[in-house]
């Protein structure tokens, strides 16, 4: 009786944490779409292949500082929309959020519209 609570309590907290692991990701993906996308029509893999990031070790160091090498590397490849929505996430929104969009494109959960 005790095991099967225990085993139901813990199955609960796995899945609560599991969704708030997801719904920085979630919100990521709308910053992106909504102030990337939009405007600039560059699908983050597009992004993340162009700049030659492969792994999140090339990754976070771009998002240092409120993402200033990230918003720097695509002012010189020629992404100034996109880098003007990166901005704008970050002075409006969390920058954690669009690092775990982009992490989670990175593993390969990658969105289908903006993808």
Not at 14 to 21: R, V
Not at 70 to 79: E, H, Q, R, T, V
């Amino acid at each position: 009786m005790k095991l099967s609570r225990l085993l139901v309590a813990g199955a609960l907290v796995a899945s609560i944490g599991a969704t708030a692991a997801f719904a920085s990701y979630n919100k990521g993906f709308k910053y992106y779409s909504k102030y990337v996308f939009r405007t600039s029509h560059i699908k983050s893999t597009q992004i993340l292949g162009k700049l030659g990031i492969q792994t999140a070790e090339q990754l976070k160091p771009l998002l240092k500082d409120n993402a200033k090498g990230l918003i720097d590397k695509l002012n010189k490849a020629g992404y100034k929309k996109a880098a003007k929505g990166i901005e704008k996430i970050v002075k409006k929104h969390k920058l954690k959020d669009l690092e775990d969009f982009f992490m989670g494109v990175l593993n390969g959960k990658i969105p289908a519209s903006c993808g």
